[in-house]
């Protein structure tokens, strides 16, 4: 079943929002310059000034736990799942301290013996011209485990929402398939059979790889909501002019809502049949309020689908995502600095554009 418009999706019995794929801890570390000398444990042997310690910090991360505890901090009144797979290990613990910590159940959580909880280590650089870039390490662990056998159906069932990703950090999902593009395709199929609206988001690896994007472009027919960055849309499609490239994957590939968010460029894109092309231009973040952008994406992500949950206009939807990915650069973890949607609502009215 696909969703054609926002009447429909209105109008379903179902309610809440899962989440099924990747949940991992992220190591941030604090932003580097080259050429400087960093401790990163001084503070065991010396304190004060001696040997001041890199401030590294511990959160979640991963699409499952960044979106779902987004949204819990927007104020959900819908039911919140998050299915994955941890180790039996402190990482594990804290991916289950968070949730709970956020008011979501951890009780979908899958855990095995063989294989650690999924970690990415992110470091921040500044170079010379003062420009951030960040750089990650990641550890599949657990998540490369995860198996589409592994989703639990039954606790989908009475969902409105179903989102799956990372597409190409979940190894099992990722591989090939003749007819579905994907074995992501297979998943969607089947939410789709159950009257849930499908979302898929993906991660993006070297530029000399983008030829994994080429695979999605069937899976693509199952996915009602695609949310992706300008470089994933490119991938995919080609096509490096956004606009473009977001009507393309409406058009040619068959997702009925496509949203390419561009970062810092300046402009978020929204398509769908029933609105045409829909434009958002970003906030103008000042620099005080700006401490890194990791989850930036995942926070704008939370907001388009907290928003066409709650039955909004999809261009409000679209300018609400923009507000909560704007909100989410104040700190350097992934969902340490979202707020309630009030607060998001009043920062979108209130803010200027970029």
């Not at 927007?74 to 290990?89: F, N, R, T």
């Not at 395709?185 to 059979?193: D, L, S, Y």
């Not at 058009?251 to 810092?264: F, L, M, R, W």
């Not at 970003?282 to 689908?305: C, Q, R, W």
């Amino acid at each position: 079943m696909k969703f054609i418009n926002q009447s429909i999706l209105n109008d379903t019995k179902q309610n809440g929002i899962g989440f099924v794929g990747s949940v991992i801890v992220d190591v941030v570390s604090e932003i580097l310059e080259p050429g400087n000398l960093v401790y990163a444990d001084g503070a065991k042997y010396l304190s004060g000034e001696d040997y001041e310690s890199e401030d590294v910090q511990y959160s979640i991360g991963g699409m499952c736990t960044n979106n779902s505890i987004d949204c819990a901090k927007m104020g959900a009144k819908y039911p919140i799942c998050v299915l994955g797979k941890i180790g039996l290990d402190e990482n594990g613990s804290r991916i289950r301290d968070f949730l709970k910590k956020n008011g979501i159940s951890d009780e979908f959580l899958m855990e095995t013996h063989d294989h650690p909880t999924s970690v990415t280590h992110v470091l921040y650089v500044r170079d010379s011209s003062q420009t951030i870039n960040r750089t990650f390490r990641y550890y599949f662990g657990a998540m490369g485990d995860f198996y589409p056998e592994n989703i639990d159906y039954d606790v989908l069932r009475d969902l409105k929402i179903v989102m799956v990703g990372y597409g190409l950090l979940m190894p099992r999902f990722d591989i090939v398939d003749v007819d579905y593009g994907t074995q992501f395709g297979r998943v969607f199929e089947k939410i789709q059979t159950m009257g849930i609206t499908t979302c898929l988001d993906l991660v993006t690896p070297k530029r000399d790889r983008w030829w994994k994007f080429k695979r999605f472009r069937k899976t693509l027919k199952w996915v009602d909501i695609l949310s992706i960055g300008e470089d994933q849309a490119e991938g995919i499609t080609g096509i490096s002019d956004e606009q473009a490239a977001v009507k393309s994957l409406v058009e040619d590939y068959g997702v009925t809502t496509a949203v390419v968010h561009c970062g810092d460029k300046g402009t978020n894109y929204l398509y769908s049949a029933s609105t045409g092309m829909v434009s958002q231009r970003i906030f103008d973040v000042p620099p005080e309020e700006y401490a890194g952008n990791t989850g930036a994406g995942d926070a704008f992500t939370s907001g388009l689908l907290h928003g066409i949950h709650n039955g909004w206009e999809l261009p409000h939807c679209l300018k609400y995502a923009t507000a909560a990915a704007a909100v989410s650069l104040g700190s350097l973890t992934t969902t340490d600095a979202m707020r309630h949607e009030d607060y998001i609502i009043e920062y979108m009215e209130t803010r200027p554009l970029k």
